[in-house]
């Protein structure tokens, strides 16, 4: 920040409330993307044995967004509320950088997730054999992709530099009419990280949508068992389409305002609405795991079944102990029950053994040596409806014991 331009690049130009206004916002946005992505990727970790192939894009998608709030939110909150940028120019490098990378390798990941969607419903020949190597492949492309475009400024092809409203730092837009390299690169970045982008996910579901309603069409005339895979289908577009409409929508603001810095004057853009479109941006961050975490089944049961293992663990002691004394309480009494038998004075006496048994080997044993003993004292035993007398003598030693 040595010179007069720099100086007045790094200085706020909109006014200090809605400064204020967008560092409020922007830490609402970090904290809930921290919290919604870092869960998402708790739930994928624990459930990692079942994940299928194509939900590793949905990691990975977590795993950008949680990148970019990580190293963006921590600089632009402090220097929104300061009302100026409070680095230096390094670190608006690297910050540009990382808005890039991230956001870019976000967008090509929705692409090629719709494209897979497209594969699973429309082929699903083909789609059946994705694999996980299949998945490994495609993200370690998607995360060489949008490296190039972000080495692009550090190596001459473009700039990184201040965003026009001064609190933050992307692409330099303000280097466009001066240099056709960074026009070039404005116009490349346009073209094949959004246009193209743009028109695959389009497409992609709009194959999906007319393949399932065919379907859909053809299982209530047949009503097949398939029915259970056109609502898989159904379901994986909700949610995919779901969350590349939360992206578009966040970052098409900024798209647009970009083209209008790009093709006309820079000067003449309002810094507000570059601020508005960053606003929009760095929301896309908070999509992915409202999405997947409120409105896929196994990631929502999965995270429920996790709750409520730690509310156990919070409160279990206490809870486990108190359940496990009614639950003896309940058991000795059921067994006091059925372990008894009734003497001739008709009072119950616990002797370990169930009424419900069969007492007719033991009664015909009795019969049979009664002449063998002398008895003094008899007990009752029920049998149905019916009873048996037999001598306390003629019973086993332990019941003998209870007995006297």
């Known amino acids: 920040m040595g010179n007069a331009s720099e100086i007045f690049l790094f200085v706020s130009r909109i006014s200090k409330n809605n400064d204020f206004v967008m560092g409020t916002l922007y830490t609402i946005f970090g904290v809930l993307s921290v919290l919604g992505n870092g869960i998402l990727l708790f739930v994928a970790y624990r459930k990692k044995s079942s994940l299928k192939p194509a939900e590793l894009f949905v990691v990975n998608l977590a795993i950008s967004d949680l990148s970019m709030t990580i190293t963006l939110f921590p600089l632009a909150i402090p220097s929104a509320f300061a009302h100026k940028w409070l680095f230096n120019m390094t670190a608006c490098t690297v910050y540009a950088f990382c808005g890039v990378l991230f956001g870019l390798c976000s967008l090509t990941n929705l692409t090629v997730l719709s494209c897979v969607c497209w594969l699973k419903v429309c082929c699903p020949n083909y789609g059946n054999k994705f694999s996980y190597y299949h998945a490994g492949l495609?993200?370690?492309?998607?995360?060489?992709?949008?490296?190039?475009?972000?080495?692009?400024?550090?190596?001459?092809?473009?700039?990184?530099?201040?965003?026009?409203?001064?609190?933050?730092?992307?692409?330099?837009?303000?280097?466009?009419?001066?240099?056709?390299?960074?026009?070039?690169?404005?116009?490349?970045?346009?073209?094949?990280?959004?246009?193209?982008p743009c028109t695959v996910i389009f497409l992609s579901y709009t194959f999906i949508l007319l393949t399932v309603r065919g379907s859909r069409q053809a299982v209530q005339q047949h009503m097949s068992p398939q029915n259970k895979i056109t609502n898989a289908h159904a379901l994986i577009v909700k949610l995919s389409v779901a969350v590349c409409i939360g992206f578009l929508t966040a970052w098409s603001p900024y798209a647009i305002v970009s083209m209008w810095a790009t093709f006309g004057n820079p000067a003449k853009v309002p810094p507000m609405a570059f601020a508005l479109a960053a606003i929009f941006a760095k929301s896309s961050t908070l999509y992915n795991p409202i999405v997947y975490l409120a409105f896929k089944p196994n990631f929502r049961k999965s995270l429920c079944r996790d709750i409520a293992h730690c509310r156990r663990m919070c409160c279990g002691c206490l809870c486990q102990h108190s359940s496990a004394q009614k639950g003896l309480c309940k058991q000795s009494h059921h067994a006091e029950e059925c372990n008894s038998t009734r003497l001739s004075n008709g009072l119950p006496e616990n002797h370990e053994t169930c009424k419900h048994c069969s007492y007719t080997e033991m009664a015909t044993g009795a019969r049979e040596n009664f002449t063998d003993y002398s008895p003094q004292q008899t007990a009752r035993i029920l049998k149905g409806s019916g009873h048996t007398e037999v001598a306390v003598s003629q019973l086993s030693s332990e019941l003998q014991s209870d007995f006297l």
């Open 138 to 196: 495609l993200v370690a492309v998607i995360w060489c992709y949008a490296l190039v475009f972000a080495v692009g400024p550090l190596s001459g092809w473009g700039e990184y530099g201040a965003e026009p409203y001064g609190t933050a730092c992307c692409i330099n837009w303000h280097a466009l009419s001066q240099n056709s390299a960074s026009m070039s690169y404005i116009i490349c970045l346009f073209f094949f990280c959004y246009i193209i």
